[in-house]
């Protein structure tokens, strides 16, 4: 067994932190230790991601900090994971001489080899192939209430903006028996929490030998013992369907949440996105969901700025978001991505016209995020804690099943339990609270 630390730097979404923790899993069961000081390191992984330009950007800057610890630490190891290393492989040692190794996102079992390579002396090690098997690797889930499980790896779906195809390969869905088995695993190791990830969770199970469906899984894991929440992410309005509604009704432990990515109002620029459904398409999904699920989230992600967008697309999603009324954003300026369909359009928007838009975008679902927070105020919620809250450790931090963020007085040891919530204020981002009468005569 090897003796030594290691130190994760992790950038991206949920899938590349789960990716993250995988990473650790393998390292922990070499014999490494985890530290947060670089200096004290003998590995550090950046485990990336390559969405957005401004990412990627990033990244590279805190990988060049690393340069003259590598000089007086030449043992130091340092390698690239994640989507930027499936993007730029072997560039990175151009980039970043001092890099040792490059690990693809289809290669994460790779790392205990290469790592032993290198210690002997090898250098320069990439291992970026496609399509080796995930399964059963080890995983260092990290602190908290949540448990991150992959329903499948990849996507199909080619958005004409996004990398995510190119550096995730195509679309594979787990087995239903090894998803359920992880979900179990993560309860007796006590998360009473689980989010199921996949780029497009709605065509989870299409491609299996025996195909199931996404709504089959959902009521399938809200019958394993001890969980307490079920979360998923991300749906994609063309593949979303009533039954996945109807199954979020049906169950207890399926939070009645909805995040389904809209990204732009204007039919055109769907179009030209490559997202296979119209605005009016997406607007029924919405009034289905509130018709069957009236108290349900939804929460959607907004790009601005996509090439050919002229004001008057950029109206129609500013319309959309007033007649939906989402609950919460996530907005991005387009970033042009090489290699994909979008980055070489003509008529690329000037980056002033989109800051522009961006910042009236997100004043507008300020408020409307605010105004669907307000007539919570006087409701008692129930909440699941999550510990301190990271702003103001003198309070407790939780999420409705709405997944809204709730402040609150109380104590630790409501931490990974539910506890309902008097709400007292509201504002955008968060919900502030005192615990109602029983939960606070129980702490
Ligand atoms: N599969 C998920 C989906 O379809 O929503 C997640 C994909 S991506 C990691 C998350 C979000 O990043 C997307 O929904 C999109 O809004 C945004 N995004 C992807 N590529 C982008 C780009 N080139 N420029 C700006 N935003 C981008
Ligand atoms: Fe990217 Fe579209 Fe796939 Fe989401 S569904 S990962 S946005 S290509």
Same mark, same amino acid.
Do not use: A
């Given at each position: 067994m090897v003796q030594g630390k290691y130190l994760l730097k992790v950038a991206g979404c949920q899938m590349s932190f789960h990716d993250a923790e995988v990473l650790a899993g393998l390292l922990t069961r070499a014999g490494y230790t985890e530290t947060t000081d670089p200096a004290e390191a003998d590995v550090i992984i950046f485990q990336t991601c390559c969405v957005r330009e401004r990412a990627e950007r990033k990244i590279y800057g805190k990988l060049d900090e690393l340069r003259r610890l590598k000089r007086i630490k030449p043992d130091l190891i340092i390698g690239m994971a994640g989507c930027l290393a499936q993007k730029d492989k072997e560039k990175v040692f151009e980039r970043c %001489?001092?890099?040792?190794f490059v690990l693809g996102t289809q290669r994460l079992g790779d790392l205990p080899e290469i790592l032993a390579a290198l210690r002997e002396g090898s250098s320069g090690i990439v291992a970026v192939d496609e399509e080796a098997n995930l399964e059963g690797l080890p995983m260092r889930r990290a602190d908290g209430v949540r448990a991150y499980v992959n329903v499948s790896y990849g996507c199909n779906n080619f958005c004409t903006y996004c990398i995510v195809p190119y550096v995730r390969g195509p679309e594979r869905s787990r087995q239903p028996e090894a998803i359920l088995a992880e979900v179990e695993e993560a309860v007796r190791e006590g998360y009473p929490e689980v989010m199921l990830l996949g780029q497009n969770v709605n065509t989870y199970g299409r491609d299996l030998a025996e195909p199931v469906s996404f709504a089959w899984l959902l009521r399938a894991v809200d019958k394993?013992? &001890?969980?307490v929440r079920v979360r998923y992410t991300t749906s994609h309005p063309r593949d979303f369907t009533e039954d996945i509604i109807r199954a979020v009704k049906d169950t207890r432990k399926v939070c009645e949440h909805f995040h389904l990515p809209l990204q732009a109002g204007s039919d055109r620029i769907l179009a030209r996105m490559n997202r296979g459904y119209t605005a009016e398409h997406y607007l029924r999904l919405i009034e289905k969901i509130r018709s069957l699920i009236p108290e349900a989230s939804i929460t959607t992600d907004l790009i601005v700025g996509? %090439? &050919?967008?002229?004001e008057e697309d950029f109206q129609a999603t500013l319309e959309m978001v007033e007649k939906v009324r989402f609950d919460a954003a996530y907005t991005f300026m387009f970033s042009p991505r090489e290699g994909t369909a979008a980055a070489a359009l003509p008529e690329q928007v000037p980056v002033a016209t989109k800051k522009e838009r961006l910042s009236r975008l997100n004043e507008l679902q300020e408020r409307i995020s605010r105004e669907q927070n307000? %007539?919570?105020?006087?409701k008692t919620l129930e909440v699941l804690v999550e510990g301190p809250?990271?702003?103001? %450790?003198?309070m407790l931090a939780g999420r409705t099943r709405t997944n809204k963020l709730v402040h609150f007085p109380g104590p630790e040891n409501l931490r990974g339990k539910l506890a309902l919530v008097h709400i007292e204020r509201a504002s955008s981002w968060t919900l502030q609270g005192v615990l109602a009468d029983d939960d606070r005569d129980q702490g």
């Open positions: %001489p001092h890099v040792d394993v013992d &001890g969980l996509f %090439p &050919g967008e002229t307000e %007539p919570l105020v006087g809250s990271k702003n103001n %450790p003198c």
